[in-house]
């Protein structure tokens, strides 16, 4: 089995190091990064861009214009009709709030703006083992999980809907949790403290 953080998985995804556009949740199993980015996977061959991270800490929504901070600048970050914005789907500056965090992709300006190509909000890769199944209903399942491989350290809960993609490119209702079973979660971190699946990719 192959362990990704969040940072290193998104460093990956979005940055496209050299020989590492792919990783294995499974062994003996590739799961392509771009085929859960879905159209926001950055070029190795641009150049000139800056890798944004941090807080988001004001947003305009009628300028496009937002800013974020992380522990060592501020970013003031310009979005276009051409970026890509993802907040657990493709979407719009209008779904961004105070305090999401994000990674990104821009072109920085003389004047220190970044136009924004691709922004992440929110998202999320971790390792997780089913303690106990809080709802189960044909269009949405509620997971109380533990930490696996590390990482988080306290349970939290886990939602899958009818959106949620299992071990395939296309959404799946086959995926019958059960308790003690152990998948790979890509998603979205929620205001309440719980995470909503995107992506799954079993162990069993």
Same mark, same amino acid.
């Given at each position: 089995?192959?362990?990704?953080?969040?940072?290193?998985?998104l460093?990956?995804?979005?940055?496209?190091v050299?020989?590492?556009?792919?990783?294995a949740p499974?062994?003996?199993?590739q799961?392509?990064?771009? *085929? #859960?980015?879905?159209?926001?996977a950055?070029?190795? @061959?641009?150049?000139? $861009?800056?890798f944004?991270?941090? =807080?988001?800490?004001?947003?305009?929504?009628?300028s496009?214009?937002?800013?974020?901070?992380d522990?060592?600048?501020?970013?003031?970050?310009?979005?276009?009709p051409?970026t890509?914005l993802w907040k657990?789907?493709?979407?719009?500056l209008?779904?961004?709030q105070?305090?999401?965090?994000?990674?990104g992709?821009g072109?920085p300006?003389?004047?220190?703006?970044?136009?924004?190509?691709?922004?992440?909000?929110?998202?999320? *890769? #971790?390792y997780?083992q089913?303690?106990s199944?809080? @709802?189960?209903?044909? $269009?949405k399942v509620?997971?109380h =999980?533990?930490?696996?491989?590390?990482?988080?350290?306290?349970?939290?809960?886990v939602?899958?809907d009818?959106?949620?993609?299992?071990?395939s490119?296309?959404?799946s209702d086959?995926y019958?949790?059960e308790v003690?079973?152990?998948?790979?979660?890509?998603g979205?971190?929620?205001?309440?403290g719980?995470f909503?699946?995107?992506?799954?990719?079993?162990?069993?």
């Open positions: 089995m192959s362990k990704i953080s969040r940072r290193r998985f460093e990956q995804a979005v940055v496209g050299v020989g590492v556009s792919t990783f499974l062994a003996g199993k799961i392509s990064v771009e *085929s #859960f980015l879905k159209g926001g950055y070029n190795q @061959e641009d150049s000139g $861009d800056d944004i991270q941090g =807080v988001v800490v004001d947003v305009d929504v009628n496009g214009v937002f800013k974020s901070k522990d060592r600048r501020s970013h003031v970050v310009q979005v276009t051409d890509y657990g789907k493709v979407t719009t209008a779904d961004v105070l305090g999401d965090f994000l990674y992709i072109t300006t003389e004047d220190g703006m970044i136009f924004a190509e691709k922004l992440w909000f929110n998202i999320v *890769s #971790f997780a089913v303690d199944i809080l @709802e189960k209903a044909p $269009d509620r997971l =999980v533990i930490p696996a491989g590390g990482g988080r350290e306290t349970p939290f809960i939602v899958k009818k959106d949620t993609i299992v071990n490119e296309s959404p086959s019958d949790p003690g079973h152990t998948f790979q979660v890509i979205l971190a929620l205001r309440d719980s909503k699946a995107t992506r799954i990719w079993t162990m069993q």
